[in-house]
């Protein structure tokens, strides 16, 4: 059974940084995309980031572009999300997501999610 279980989470001040951490289990991490989502009080589930297998191919939401980097270490079947300069704006639930395979570009590509970790930004 794959589990994915993030940390890193907490409360902030504006122009802070996080980090998130998210590991995976149950499945062979390196082969498969991995992404962050978010989601806000009363809105829908967004993509923050998302890469591929072999992280040749990243992309970043716009409203984060700049300010968060993803990476992974596959040998601690771990994914990174590094946020600086955090805005109120980035307050959300932040959830990691294991692709259904090499690439997954679409929220539906994804098949397993963390149980999310709330990041609040204070301004």
């Known amino acids: 059974q794959v589990q994915l279980v993030e940390s890193g989470g907490g409360l902030v001040q504006a122009g802070g940084s996080l980090r998130l951490s998210c590991t995976a289990s149950?499945?062979?991490?390196?082969?498969?995309?991995m992404g962050w989502f978010r989601q806000a009080p009363g809105q829908e589930r967004e993509f923050v980031v998302i890469?591929?297998?072999?992280?040749?191919?990243?992309n970043y939401a716009d409203s984060v572009k700049g300010r968060v980097t993803i990476s992974r270490d596959n040998a601690k079947n771990t994914v990174y999300l590094q946020m600086n300069d955090l805005k109120p704006e980035d307050t959300a639930v932040y959830y990691c997501?294991?692709?259904?395979?090499?690439?997954?570009?679409?929220?539906?590509?994804?098949?397993?999610w963390g149980q999310g970790t709330q990041v609040t930004v204070s301004s």
């Open positions: 997501a294991m692709g259904r395979g090499r690439y997954a570009l679409t929220l539906s590509d994804y098949e397993y």
């Open positions: 149950g499945r062979t991490f390196s082969s498969y995309a």
């Open positions: 890469r591929n297998w072999s992280g040749s191919s990243t």
